[in-house]
């Protein structure tokens, strides 16, 4: 019988629904399995579901040959839920409601990132957006701040400049988290 069959344990609903929107939109009977496999930590904010859906996406365009830009392989993923940038090359600036690219720079030399877990989860799907829109329309002078030092330090290959920048941004999110 037609349609993707997940040949992974775990719930990976968002990488099929994003690659039964895309046969959709080609006009592609799937009779299509899939593996996933992902060490990327759930529900820690990192990106996981955004990682799953564009390794999934990848993967299926590379079997179907489909040629899919970056700029409609984004909106595809924001249709499924808010994404990140990690299906661009170096770090981007993204639009996560409508997978629009705005920026992007290399990743500087030398640049490293410690992450610290203390537990919990993130639900991205029942998060507040409302709670945390209003945060950071009280902070809107914080988050130009850190928004103009990253990107200054992202042009400049500045390591201490975005190491200041996200220590600002991880400040508001606390706020919001």
Known sequence: DGGLHLRSPGAWSKAVAAITRLAEMQGIDLHDALSIESPVPRGKGMASSTADIS???????????IDLDAS??????ATIEPSDCVHHAGIAEVNHLTGTLLARWPAPAGLRVMVFDCGGRIDTVAFDRERARAIYAERRQDVARFLGLARCGLMLGDLRTIGEAATLSARVSQLIL
């Open 72 to 77: 409609a392989f984004g909106e595809l993923i």
């Open 55 to 65: 390794a999934a996406l990848t993967a299926f365009c590379g079997h179907r040959c």
